[in-house]
């Protein structure tokens, strides 16, 4: 086969095993391909360049060569921040990333509470390693389709971590800045309080926004205004207040109670000239599911985190 001919079918084959991402040039008895890999994740990414080295070695290509390139994706960090612990910020992520990735999202999750990871918990992942290429992590699958990376993958369970801020800081950053692939859009879970972890990660990856999860109750709104004032410090826009724990329906009658009061966030959030996103009932069904590792938000009859996840997407894209 002459040189031009040989060119032409091994360009027509790796073109049609890459969907035209990929380029082929022959350079005496070496072929070099380039692909274009923008927007794949590492699966696709991987399978792709097997399927276009197949495909120019069928068409008659010697010393086949791939070089993959990628334009780097624009991501946003979305912050999911509360003043203390115990009110549901975890919960809340989880069910944020999914509800927005099920409303059309490229959305993945990070879990940056390193005292306390529970997202390999909430997101059925427990137990799963992250594998790493090129000196960055590959984010783990989970059964919700979210993309997620934690501490709670990187140590053994149940294991303390007594790391002072800059380690802590340092081993947090290598989950933001490991490979995304096609998420453009990072749902934080923040260590819960405003602490120097907190800052240094607001400081250096600069959220695009921030959410703040609060109890009803005063105390748990005073600690609020603290999250909400390290993000003003930082020059971080807070997105909205969520309400959590909001009302409690007696499953045998029906009645519903608000032992942890009801309305505060939404007046703390009026008070502070904040949006307020909306309201999370203290339900067993929530509970439950989130134990099981099933986040309610992809379930397809989700009333409550859907029209949340609605509002923090709609500021996100107009920001």
Request: proline share 7%; glycine share 10%; hydrophobic share 45%.
């Given at each position: 086969?002459?040189?031009?001919?040989?060119?032409?079918?091994?360009?027509?084959?790796?073109?049609?095993?890459?969907?035209?991402?990929?380029?082929?040039?022959?350079?005496?008895?070496?072929?070099?391909?380039?692909?274009?890999?923008?927007?794949?994740?590492?699966?696709?990414?991987?399978?792709?360049?097997?399927?276009v080295?197949?495909?120019?070695?069928?068409?008659?290509?010697a010393?086949?060569?791939?070089?993959v390139?990628?334009?780097?994706?624009?991501?946003?960090?979305?912050?999911?921040?509360?003043?203390?612990?115990?009110?549901?910020?975890?919960?809340?992520?989880?069910?944020?990333?999914?509800?927005m990735?099920?409303?059309?999202?490229?959305?993945?999750?990070?879990?940056?509470?390193?005292?306390?990871?529970?997202?390999?918990?909430?997101?059925?992942?427990e137990?799963?390693?992250?594998?790493?290429?090129?000196?960055?992590?590959?984010?783990?699958?989970?059964?919700?389709?979210?993309?997620?990376?934690?501490?709670?993958?990187?140590?053994?369970?149940?294991?303390?971590?007594?790391?002072?801020?800059?380690?802590?800081?340092?081993?947090?950053?290598?989950?933001?800045?490991?490979?995304?692939?096609?998420?453009?859009?990072?749902?934080?879970?923040?260590?819960?309080?405003?602490?120097?972890?907190?800052?240094?990660?607001?400081?250096?990856?600069?959220?695009?926004?921030?959410?703040?999860?609060?109890?009803?109750?005063?105390?748990?709104?005073?600690?609020?205004?603290?999250?909400?004032?390290?993000?003003?410090?930082?020059?971080?826009?807070?997105?909205?207040?969520v309400?959590?724990?909001?009302?409690?329906?007696?499953?045998?009658?029906?009645?519903?109670?608000?032992?942890?009061?009801?309305?505060?966030?939404?007046?703390?959030?009026?008070?502070?000239?904040?949006?307020?996103?909306?309201?999370?009932?203290?339900?067993?069904?929530?509970?439950?599911?989130?134990?099981?590792g099933?986040?309610?938000?992809?379930?397809a009859?989700?009333?409550?985190?859907?029209?949340?996840?609605?509002?923090?997407?709609?500021?996100?894209?107009?920001?």
């Amino acid at each position: 086969m002459e040189q031009a001919e040989l060119q032409a079918a091994v360009q027509a084959a790796v073109t049609a095993a890459s969907d035209g991402r990929a380029r082929a040039r022959l350079d005496g008895g070496r072929t070099g391909i380039v692909l274009d890999a923008t927007g794949l994740s590492v699966p696709d990414r991987d399978r792709m360049e097997n399927a276009v080295r197949a495909a120019a070695t069928a068409a008659g290509a010697a010393e086949v060569r791939v070089a993959v390139t990628a334009e780097r994706v624009r991501r946003r960090l979305v912050a999911v921040a509360s003043g203390k612990g115990g009110v549901g910020k975890s919960t809340l992520a989880a069910n944020l990333a999914v509800a927005m990735a099920r409303a059309g999202g490229r959305v993945g999750l990070v879990d940056a509470d390193i005292y306390g990871p529970s997202q390999p918990r909430l997101m059925a992942a427990e137990g799963e390693r992250p594998q790493a290429r090129d000196k960055q992590l590959i984010p783990v699958p989970t059964p919700a389709g979210i993309p997620m990376l934690s501490m709670g993958q990187l140590v053994a369970p149940g294991r303390a971590l007594a790391w002072r801020g800059p380690m802590a800081a340092g081993a947090l950053g290598q989950l933001v800045e490991a490979d995304w692939g096609v998420a453009d859009t990072l749902v934080l879970d923040l260590p819960p309080g405003t602490g120097d972890v907190q800052l240094t990660m607001v400081q250096k990856y600069k959220p695009a926004g921030a959410v703040i999860v609060s109890t009803p109750q005063d105390l748990a709104l005073i600690d609020a205004a603290r999250a909400i004032d390290l993000f003003a410090t930082a020059g971080v826009p807070v997105i909205g207040l969520v309400e959590n724990m909001a009302g409690y329906a007696c499953p045998r009658c029906g009645e519903v109670s608000d032992p942890f009061g009801r309305g505060g966030a939404e007046a703390e959030a009026a008070r502070l000239g904040i949006d307020f996103l909306g309201r999370v009932p203290l339900t067993i069904a929530i509970r439950e599911a989130s134990d099981a590792g099933r986040p309610p938000a992809a379930e397809a009859d989700d009333r409550v985190f859907a029209p949340i996840a609605a509002r923090v997407a709609d500021w996100v894209t107009r920001h």
